[in-house]
Nanobody, 124 residues
């Protein structure tokens, strides 16, 4: 059974940093593209960042590019999201997702497994 477990969320102030982690089990981790999505209250879930199976290629949404960094450690079956210069607009539940593809994956419909999410709240 595939499990994705996010951690690292919390309450921070504007300008602070957080690092989210997502530990995967029950899958061949290095055969999956991984991504982070987020959903703010009253809004649809949106794409944040994605990374290929090897970690060689990454892609970000325009709203986080330059502030967030996605990375992965295949030996630990873990994907990370380093978030710097946080803003109140970054407040959301953050979800990690896995897609059984080697290329870059962006569309949420291509991700087959999702975590339960971790709350990030940025106060002004």
């Amino acid at each position: 059974q595939v499990q994705l477990v996010e951690s690292g969320g919390g309450l921070v102030q504007t300008g602070d940093s957080l690092r989210l982690s997502c530990a995967a089990s029950g899958l061949t981790f290095n055969a999956y593209a991984m991504a982070w999505f987020r959903q703010a209250p009253g809004k649809e879930r949106e794409f944040v960042a994605t990374i290929t199976w090897s970690g060689s290629t990454r892609y970000y949404s325009g709203s986080v590019k330059g502030r967030f960094t996605i990375s992965r450690e295949n030996a630990k079956n873990t994907v990370y999201l380093q978030m710097n210069s946080l803003k109140p607009d970054d407040t959301a539940v953050y979800y990690c997702a896995a897609a059984p593809k080697y290329g870059l994956v962006v569309l949420s419909t291509e991700f087959t497994n999702w975590g339960q999410g971790t709350q990030v709240t940025v106060s002004s």
